[in-house]
Structure formats: structure tokens, C-alpha cells
């Protein structure tokens, strides 16, 4: 990779005659700047000052080759800073506000003098160089600026009473800096380091003095002010090689009003202390404008009487790829030969996918851990024992992580009075940590004996479910499920003992324990994907379905498929019983990219279509080449000896379609199902085909040879 380089920039640092400042000063010089190095040469408490600190820098940059001049002036003066820069090298790129003193006493004891020469170093300081230096870097359209902070402002520190409020005012300096100079490309970050220097030589022990070299903080800080780096207002921190990011996060907290005209009082704010104070989950903000942002809702949900426990709620979902290769073992990924699966179970796998569906379970968790169901229906209280799975939509709307975490909204958006039971319609979408919408789920769920309580029996926000197709189906895949599928896909996160437990299982009705419906969901949606986009899940949109019956794990799923434009309609049917486990069902998708070998998991419908298919999309992608060839050619499938099918490739006009040919072909093609599948996989040649009379020609054979070149390339025929 290429060496980051400041070739023509002009950096200044403060404090650079030792420690951290020294460091910074030779890192920036090795790197082609030409380096201003800064230094009052006083005592760590403030006290005296001397020249011979800068200069002795700057002679040992020189000596490495470097472009370096001194400076002695203080900080509080940054004028003066900043115009030795101007004077000797014309420009400023760089400012590294890292000059400071120490003055330790307990709150009682600081003084104002102590108190006053913290603030004047540390803060005005920094101020005063970065005020002298902005307007340049903006007039020039490039800026980078470092404040220097520590652990005691963004913590405090015993005795460190003026030195922590000081350094704690740089980060806002800095955040408001960047604010300000975004639109010019001058950014502005604050480093927090832990580094031995003189400040700390005689605080720190020996052996930890040693280990935090300030050579461990100079390249963080220098990545920070290269050209190449977009990062602006970030707090980070540094210490014995490892760095990392501070960030502003608050708990999502509690709103403690019912409604605009509701009055607040003491003993509502203990009563809701816990959810207060409560920071397992925070919620990062990175802006004013964010906060602003959650105060309005706050007071939006107030206007409408919508904070209510049983209307909306949140919750997060953290994640990592360990969790969704789990998921994708689950419900039924392989790595058996001609399965193309490693992608969703390896890591590290140039194309590492996760399964569309996986971005359910952030919804159902969601669901399941609030408490937004027990109080949907008006005078019931629901438990989750009566709370069945009834129907699920889903709908990616932008690309998806691979990792982190998920926020969620929850709203009940209607629910209606089945008399046997309710149908309460959830809402929940799906939000990144910069509070960007990129999963909808609606969750359909059915309340068993919550009903006849005079709500509607039908409502205007449920996404329907669609009728199949009234012809048989395009496509059939089957997988058979393994009996330790339940187990397994429990661990993704639904623990309920119905999918584990043969007790549970008989109490609620079933002879054996049953697999999650969620697991059957994700079987059908993975062949669908295999089938119909090659395992490309950046065709998926959207999908829709509604749970009729269980299957007992060990069962053998059998998809069956409709495709209608971009819409795959589908129906899941237990092949051992012939019940139907999933209705109603789609899955739209971007686009179509069907392969050959998706078909080997057909079972029943025939697997010479999904070959034809794709031949179909080949010959729209590329007509001219179809059209060179400049045949009629019919091809008869055949199966148990009859014709079952006729396809049509009519390569003088590019196209193929199922069915006899509009006039007379030129050759005319025979084969059965089964054949000519193992001719698309290249186990079974065509040469050999014939001779054996598995492949009947008739017509113009050496027509039919000419075609040859154009399959092989198109269909692996």
C-alpha cells in the first residue's frame, strides 16, 4: 500500500520541544512537512523558559534530512505562532495544539493562579493558534487541526480540578470548529493520549513509563491530518499502540408524559429512574441536531397521545457474523457439492452474504421483549403462551450491515377482532446507528381467545398476502430438514421449549416438538434465492407469507413456485403429508438471474425449465450473438418416454419461449428431463447423447451443430 505522505504541507506543533510533542514533530518531518516546532521552554508547572528545547529538535530533524524551524513564543500568543509558519514557509496545513502544564492540587486547595494559567495554556492557547490558523486553511480550502485532551476532562481526576475542566473545554472547541469548517475541508479532531512525557515522568511507574512511548501516539494523530482521512470531530483516544474512538451516547431513557397537557412530577421521575439511568442500550448521537431531533418526537408523540406502552416502543439488535453464519446453518445451509453456499457460512469469503430473512429476527426480538402485545387489546391482558406467528412481511430498503447493531421501532398499527382470537398488525422498522430506515417488517400476530372485544374485523394497514397462480407450478425445490433442525435454529435466538422440549410439545397439542415457523421461512426464501438469483441477495426486495401449519423436523419441505415478472409466488408443502406450511406467499425481487445448476434441487415440476430460463435471460442480455446462429430449433422434453414439453429457440429473432414454434422449425431436438439436465452440467456430451440415442435429431443436423457453441457458452450445455 502507498506510504501516506505530507510532501508540501507546512504542520506546526506546540509543546514539540519534548514527549509527545517531539515525537509528533520527527513523525510529520519524516514524512516530507516542514515542521514548526514550537516551544516556550518552561517547566512542566509553567515556571521560566529557554530556547534551547525547540532547537535541539530541530537540529535532530535537520540532521535526519528534514525541514524544520523554531519557535519560542507562548501559545496564549498564537498569532505570533502561526506567522513564524507564514514567515518561513508561506503556508499553514497543519496545527497541533499539544503544548501544556501541570498544576495538581485538590478542589479546595486550587487557586486562582492555578486555575487561571491551566485554562490560559490548555485552553486560550489552543484557542488563540487555531483562531490565527482557521481563516488561512479555509482561504486554501485544506486545514487540519488536533486539540489534545485526556482522560481526566472526559472523566476527571482527583486533584485535577482546573487541568480536567480545561481539557474538557478543547473537545467542545473542537466539535465546534469542525462544525464550522466542514464546508472549507478543514477538520478538526481531538486526540486523548496516554503517553509518557514530562508531564507524567514522575508519576508513572518505570515499567509503565516505558511502555507508553509517545511513538505509539504520533501516527494515530498523523493519520488524523492526512489529506486522505475524512475524519472531522472525532475524540480519540491512544495509548501503547491501541486506539480507539470516544463517543457522546445517552440511555434511551423514559418519556414521563402521557400527553402535551400531563403536568411532571417528582415521584414520576423516581418511578422511572431505573429506564433513566439505564445504559445497557445507549442510543449514540453525534449532533445537536440529533438531540433536537428525539426532543421533537418526544413531543410530537406527546401532541398525539401516542406514548403508550401497547402503541410504540424501541429496542436494539447487535449482531456479528458469527450470528449469521448460525443463522444460515439454521435453516438448512450447506456446504455439500454443488450447494454454492460458502458465502453465507464463511466470513471471510469475498462475497460473504447474509440471508435477507436473518433481518427478521431484529423485529421479533424486539416484539417478544416489550411489552407492546400485552396491552394491545382493550381489556385483555395477553400472555405470550397465546401468541401465535400468523403472517410476516419484510422489505430491505437499503444495503445491510454485516455486523453491529440495529434500532427498532415498534407500533401497533390495528388490530382486529377475529371473535376466536385478535389480529394484532405490528409495525416495526429497522434503523442504523445514524438513524437511516433500512428494514421494514410487519408482524402479523394471532392472540388465541382475545377476541370479542368490539374492534373491527378488518382493517386498511395489513399487507395482504397474494393467491397463487391458478396453473401448476414453474418450479418445485425441495430440501429435507435434518431432526436436530429445531435445535439448531433455536439458537439464533427463539428459545422457546415448543421447538425442544417433548413435554412442552405434547401440552400444547403436538406429539413430537415442532420446528419454528421462522425456520421454514427461511428454507423456502434460500431456495428461492438459489433458484431464481444464483445466491445473489442483492436482488431481494421484499417478501410476504402467512404460517398454516408446523412441520416436524426431519420433514421434507417441497417449494413450489410461480414466477410472475420480478414476483416469485410460492407455496411450502411438507412432501411426506402434502400439507400446506406456508400460503399466500411472494417474494419479489430486483431482477431475475437464474442459473442451470439452481434446478438440482428440483423434485418435482421438471428441471430442463430453469435451464431454458436462463437461456431465455442469456439471449436478452446478449441478442446479436443468438442471432448469429440465425436457426429455428425446437426442443421436445420428454419424461417417462412421453413429450411433457416443447421449447422454442427461434435464434433468428433472439427469442426463446416455451411452446411450438411460430413456423417451421429447422431442427428439431429430443431429450428427456433428466438428460438433458446432466447435458447443462457437461456430464453427459452431446456427441455421446446421440450415439446412444438419449438425443434424437431431426432436420438439420449440422444446424443443430452450429447451436452447440452458443449453449456451451450460455448454459454449460
Not at 222 to 229: D, K, Q, R, T, W
Not at 373 to 400: M, S, T
Request: with cysteine.
Amino acid at each position: 500500500m502507498a506510504e501516506l505522505r505530507f510532501d508540501g504541507r507546512v504542520v506546526v506543533v506546540t509543546g514539540a520541544g519534548a514527549g509527545l510533542g517531539r515525537s509528533y514533530a520527527h513523525e510529520f518531518a519524516s514524512r516530507g512537512a516542514k515542521v514548526v516546532v514550537n516551544d516556550l521552554g518552561g517547566t512542566r508547572h509553567g515556571d521560566g523558559s529557554s530556547s534551547r528545547a525547540a532547537d535541539t529538535v530541530v537540529e535532530e530533524i535537520r540532521r535526519s534530512g528534514g525541514i524544520a524551524v523554531a519557535d519560542y513564543n507562548s501559545v496564549v500568543e498564537g498569532e505570533k505562532v502561526i506567522k513564524t509558519a507564514l514567515d518561513n514557509f508561506g503556508r499553514v496545513d497543519v496545527l497541533i495544539n499539544n503544548a501544556g502544564i501541570l498544576r495538581d492540587k485538590s478542589f479546595t486547595r486550587v487557586s486562582d493562579q492555578d486555575w487561571d494559567l491551566i485554562h490560559q495554556v490548555h485552553l486560550k492557547g489552543s484557542f488563540k493558534t487555531a483562531q490565527a490558523a482557521f481563516p488561512l486553511m479555509k482561504k486554501q480550502d485544506y486545514g487540519r487541526i488536533i486539540m489534545t485532551s485526556s482522560t481526566a476532562g472526559l472523566f476527571g481526576n482527583f486533584g485535577q480540578t482546573n487541568y480536567s475542566a480545561a481539557k474538557m473545554g478543547l473537545v467542545g472547541l473542537a466539535k465546534t470548529i469542525a462544525i464550522e469548517g466542514a464546508k472549507n475541508n478543514v477538520f478538526c479532531n481531538v486526540i486523548v493520549p496516554t503517553a509518557a512525557s514530562r508531564l507524567t515522568e514522575d508519576i508513572l511507574p518505570p515499567e509503565l513509563f516505558e511502555e507508553l512511548r509517545p511513538e505509539f501516539i504520533a501516527p494515530v494523530v498523523a493519520y488524523l491530518c492526512h489529506e486522505s482521512c475524512a475524519e472531522n470531530g472525532a475524540v480519540v483516544g491512544a495509548s501503547g499502540g491501541w486506539a480507539g474512538s470516544f463517543v457522546v451516547a445517552s440511555a434511551k431513557g423514559a418519556l414521563l408524559r402521557s400527553s402535551i397537557e400531563d403536568k411532571l412530577s417528582v415521584e414520576k421521575v423516581r418511578d422511572n429512574w431505573g429506564k433513566i439511568t439505564d445504559i445497557s442500550d445507549p442510543v449514540f448521537r453525534e449532533s445537536i441536531g440529533e438531540v433536537t431531533v428525539d426532543i421533537m418526537e418526544s413531543l410530537n408523540q406527546l401532541k398525539s397521545g401516542s406514548n403508550k406502552d401497547s402503541q410504540i416502543t424501541t429496542d436494539s439488535f447487535q449482531f456479528t457474523n458469527k450470528d449469521i453464519i448460525l443463522y444460515a446453518l439454521g435453516v438448512g445451509a450447506s456446504l455439500a457439492k454443488g450447494s454454492d453456499e460458502l458465502k453465507y457460512l464463511y466470513e471471510s469469503h469475498e462475497e460473504f452474504s447474509v440471508l435477507p430473512s436473518f433481518f427478521i429476527l431484529p423485529a421479533l426480538q424486539a416484539l417478544l421483549t416489550s411489552s407492546v402485545i400485552n396491552k394491545a387489546i382493550p381489556g385483555k391482558e395477553v400472555n405470550l403462551a397465546q401468541i401465535l406467528h400468523g403472517e410476516q412481511y419484510l422489505e430491505i430498503l437499503k444495503e445491510v450491515p454485516l455486523e453491529g447493531q440495529l434500532f427498532q421501532k415498534i407500533e401497533i398499527v390495528e388490530v382486529l377482532d377475529k371473535t376466536s382470537g385478535a389480529s394484532v398488525v405490528v409495525n416495526v422498522d429497522s434503523f442504523d446507528r445514524n438513524n437511516n430506515l433500512i428494514i421494514r417488517n410487519q408482524v402479523v400476530v394471532f392472540a388465541v381467545g382475545a377476541g370479542n372485544f368490539g374492534g373491527p374485523r378488518s382493517g386498511s394497514k395489513l399487507i395482504s398476502c397474494q393467491n397463487k397462480p391458478s396453473r401448476k407450478p414453474d418450479l418445485s425445490l425441495t430440501q429435507k430438514t435434518g431432526v436436530d433442525q429445531a435445535a439448531l435454529y433455536r439458537l439464533s435466538g427463539d428459545l422457546n421449549p415448543l421447538h425442544i422440549d417433548p413435554n412442552m410439545a405434547l401440552m400444547a397439542g403436538f406429539n413430537t416438538p415442532i420446528l419454528h415457523g421462522m425456520c421454514t421461512l427461511g428454507f423456502s426464501l434460500r431456495l428461492i434465492l438459489r433458484a431464481y438469483t444464483g445466491h445473489d441477495v442483492s436482488l431481494f426486495n421484499s417478501l410476504k407469507v402467512r404460517f398454516t401449519k408446523p412441520v416436524i423436523p426431519g420433514e421434507t419441505l417441497r417449494v413450489d413456485t410461480w414466477k410472475e415478472g420480478n414476483r416469485i409466488h410460492f407455496e411450502t408443502v411438507v412432501v411426506e403429508t402434502n400439507q400446506v406450511v406456508i400460503s399466500g406467499a411472494y417474494v419479489d425481487l430486483k431482477s431475475i438471474k437464474m442459473t442451470p445448476s439452481a434446478n438440482t434441487l428440483a423434485a418435482s415440476g421438471l428441471k430442463s425449465d430453469a435451464i431454458f430460463e436462463y437461456i431465455i435471460e442469456q439471449v436478452k442480455a446478449d441478442p446479436n450473438r443468438a442471432k448469429s446462429v440465425g436457426g429455428i430449433f425446437l426442443y421436445k422434453i420428454t419424461k417417462d418416454g412421453k413429450v411433457v414439453k416443447q421449447w422454442t429457440m427461434d435464434l433468428k429473432n433472439a427469442k426463446v419461449y416455451e411452446g411450438e414454434p411460430e413456423s417451421k422449425p429447422n431442427t428439431t431436438l429430443t431429450v428427456s428431463d433428466e438428460d438433458f439436465l446432466l447435458l447443462s452440467e457437461g456430464k453427459l456430451q452431446p456427441q455421446q447423447a446421440f450415439m446412444k440415442g438419449k438425443l434424437k435429431i431431426t432436420g438439420n443436423i449440422m444446424m443443430a451443430q452450429k447451436l452447440s457453441p452458443l449453449l456451451k457458452a450460455n448454459s454449460k450445455l
